[in-house]
């Protein structure tokens, strides 16, 4: 039984709530939000308690572990602290916007012994992992071709997209991440291009809004990522790996199977599923138990801090190759 | 908050055990099975008391609930002490393999004014209840066929199949009630056939292991059935609904989506999911939510008692058409 | 290379017209129709000659063989007079709507040892073929349960339906053929329900337009079809073959392979092909290749006079099981 | 009636005089090849002469067209002397694999007012077709990305390749053409990476077999091509289009619709076509059709000399951007 302290009460904060609560290996121990209220009825509705302050829930000996979903901004401070007090860390993505924090941050807790994993929840989507799977087990041979193709509903407020990092480092860091969990090798060299197509103003912000990547490996896999931050049919999520034995495609769910056949169309589907919290909840859940496993067990959790720095140095390579119209070479 | 005793505690009582214990809005108050060890493995495992027996069980007020999970002929008994208890029943199916029994516990129970649900989760699955909603909704028009295909992964051990029933009132009943479902309507007249395919000891049995029903309404819809004791590539569960507007067909599910690509083949996926209790997951757990909100909602549930009673009429019916020839006409 | 008569110059002549002009192996020298102006169209179209009357193609020892196209009343006599006159016979289903008159002609031609071959296309759509080639290669194992989906977009006016010979004589004829070539062996036993759900007008001709059919064989299979006269999304035709090692399953297929994705459905293609001319195209042409190979190659063509009549007598049993709510036993 | 010189009577050109020779429009005159026995062969298949040169052919009033599938080497030559003899051009891709020749060859044949066609074949396959409809009819909305797989089934041999041009003049040309004919405007910079995979010769011809590009449009909309020169699994072909209001995938046919379930898959299909000559067998015939077509209505071409010159600049480009890691801006 792992206790838990959750810092952050927002939306995704309130998702991990349910799943810690709802787990049968974890307790909601404390919550904490500097918006008190949001802290309190999270708290209120899961039966934990509020934490006044951070250091509350720190500083209390029967708290095994933190699970951080507050704004990207706190992340390096409260894993810092939470490292220092010998708290195992569950912290979402991303680490932070700034390569140059992430780096101080990797040598504060470089010394503290404590279990860290960062919330590449997609990693753990049963038909990415399968993907993932083929490539592990050899059923697709020596990996050429990677396709990931990423596409958000909806545009977010521009008030988000301001603090957001832009595309790469708030959108397509998932897919970064996704490539290297696939690549099983790290990639070398990177190419971009990206335009503004959904909304206007997210040029008055230097972000685009619409992007294309291709990255290399040292073996010569290539990779593409594609990302469109609107999407009208959904969330469409694919991950596709071509080898030279043959190639998986992680295709869309949709929420039932039903098939419609009308005048107009044939096997037609339900949309699908509109947003990560839907699309991606088996994956948060495995993503708990996994990380709770791996704290128990005494094993390093599956996506590391590290993991979550190369994804940035990713998104901040394909932000210089956008600019310069050059490719970047990479390096960890 | 609904407070359940649950009895029996073999494969499908430990199933409920798990559910009702997760669920938020039920408490699993006490177990019992005939097998004490069983019943006291599975409290345990979910801090529920054991019930020393049935009345203990049934008479503590602060039991709201049975769910009556044991073997088919102790239902009947169980849903009349319970009903004469005032308790809310949730039971499996079938009622009773004998009609007669069935009619008779009617009768006991007609001046008990307690809500009573009878378990064919199937209406619950997700996929399924959208056909039936196509049909609801208009959008396949008036229904002229419905077509359900239900197939067993393996044959049940032979001493199972002695007591179950037979092929109708044990496995195609689900699709009877399928059928009740998706029509709207009451069949009125069902020819049969059928064939020991999967194991010659069926035959001993006076049973068969491969069957095919066809029915008609009032109206004039047609409704076909076909049942296989054996399925080498999983559970296989489809509905098929046609109307003058078009068709729906609930498909089967798979555990992902991931497409496989080879040298021998095209948009492989994986195997279908097993059986009932990995198919109709979803299905059991909108069960338990359904029966409960009608309970604390005091409307009658979804899936009477008069529901189970029809489905073994149809069973019945099979079974002298399948000896007979001839087409039977249905009286509820 | 094969010269061909052509009897009848319909819509179902005219296109085998076009095939037989088209063909490497095959001269189109007469088309006779009692139409004159339909036959001189056509046969001006293609370069062949009007034949004023049956007689002068069968006389002219240039032709090979005939290909019946005229309507099904004509079928006997032209079968009976081509054989006499020694031409290999291709000619459309049914033979005729008559048992008796089917039986005195095969008496009549009983010792003309020409070519005969039914025009039951279907055995040669290639996704229908590969199900049988997987019965035949034994990748579905032993068959047990056959079910045949056979819906037409639309029902034919009534003045043509009065002397069609009724739904199962017409239209399931064909699906009567297609499970004795899925089956592999003879259909003993058969039950029927059908409906007037299309067209109320069809209950004055003492016809349904909406059937279902169950038949088993000796072995035991089980084989269901399912007609429907109109059908809004297309001409819908499928084969589906279960059997102990596995199931395969004939699909409709579609013109494009295009998907579309929008707000309201998700991997939609585009409606089925509308009807048998377009649906069919490539099973038309690989008849007429298979027809001409047989007899340059002295082989018995591969479906033959007795293929037709015993499909015309599940037809007329059909009719039997459905007015009598019994089931028939077959005699061939 | 449009009579043909046919150029070339190698694998592809073979394919071209059974396609002249069976349409209905088309009659087959002439065959010319530099080796005299395949001219030969072919020429007494389809009854058509054997030219003794290619000024016999062209010299020849009676021929209106020429049908260029020789080497690549003889296009510029052949095109430049066929539209001074006044003749309809249907030419093989590419043009030549030397832009420099092919603006020569612009300016010699300015001032020739005979009808030019390329022979990208892929625009008139009927689901990227469709595809391309969807954009036109406003289906998908503005267009945003395009996505366009493009994967052989196996590496010629390595003399072939020696010659070929390399990857981008000789098989990326295929998509460049797609990607234009799509997007509706043209590309304005490209991004290219690319890999030695399928076989260590590749490298030596200073080449590579796989490779991915980027281009972007004036509009923004951007357009990814990924090339491999072997696929295991089939000749896989793929463009899906996304806009502001859906999208669209042209996906892969295969022979059959049949789908196997079996205890290791569900829903399989069988592999994909092997290679062009199968895959492209309708948009060859639908080529030919449309060019047959354009002439006799004396209307351009739908795919002109231009576009056979902009596809090799976009080739070209990518070399360029391959070689040096940098964007390449195009100008035609």
Redesign the interface.
């Known amino acids: 039984m792992l206790r838990f302290a959750l810092f952050g009460a927002g939306r995704i904060g309130r998702m991990h709530a349910a799943e810690l609560a709802?787990h049968p290996d974890a307790e909601l121990s404390y919550i904490y939000d500097v918006y008190d209220s949001a802290a309190r009825e999270t708290a209120y509705k899961h039966g934990a308690k509020v934490a006044a302050d951070v250091a509350t829930a720190l500083n209390d000996a029967a708290v095994d572990a933190v699970l951080i979903a507050s704004p990207t901004d706190t992340h390096v401070d409260l894993i810092t602290r939470a490292a220092r007090a010998g708290k195992a860390i569950l912290c979402e993505k991303p680490i932070d916007l700034d390569i140059d924090r992430v780096n101080a941050c990797r040598e504060e807790i470089a010394s503290c012994d404590v279990p860290i994993q960062i919330g590449f929840n997609r990693r753990y989507d049963?038909?990415h992992r399968?993907?993932r799977e083929?490539v592990g087990n050899g059923?697709v041979g020596?990996v050429?071709?990677v396709?990931i193709?990423s596409?958000d509903p909806g545009l977010a407020p521009i008030e988000i997209l301001r603090t957001s990092g832009g595309l790469f480092r708030d959108m397509m860091i998932h897919d970064f991440d996704m490539a290297r969990f696939i690549l099983g090798e790290e990639p070398v060299?990177l190419?971009?291009?990206?335009?503004?197509?959904?909304d206007p103003r997210v040029a008055e912000l230097d972000d685009v809004d619409?992007?294309?990547?291709?990255?290399?490996t040292a073996s010569?896999?290539?990779c593409?990522i594609?990302c469109?931050r609107?999407?009208?049919?959904?969330y469409?999520q694919r991950v596709e790996v071509?080898g030279?034995?043959?190639?998986?495609?992680?295709?869309?769910?949709?929420?039932?199977?039903?098939?419609?056949?009308?005048?107009?169309?044939?096997?037609?589907?339900?949309?699908?599923l509109n947003f990560f919290i839907e699309r991606y909840a088996q994956a948060y859940r495995h993503q708990l138990d996994d990380f709770i496993a791996a704290v128990e067990q005494s094993r390093t959790p599956a996506v590391t801090f590290e993991d979550g720095r190369r994804a940035l140095i990713l998104a901040d390579a394909a932000g210089v190759a956008l600019k310069t119209?050059?490719?970047v070479k990479l390096e960890f």
């Open positions: 709802a049963p038909s399968s993907a083929a059923e020596r050429e071709e396709i193709t596409r060299e190419v971009a291009m990206g335009s503004v197509l959904v619409t992007a294309m990547v291709i990255m290399t010569g896999a290539l593409h594609n469109s609107r999407c009208v049919y959904g469409d071509f030279d034995k043959g190639m998986v495609l992680s295709a869309n769910p949709t929420a039932t199977t039903l098939e419609r056949y009308s005048a107009s169309a044939t096997q037609a589907r339900e949309p699908l119209g050059r490719s």
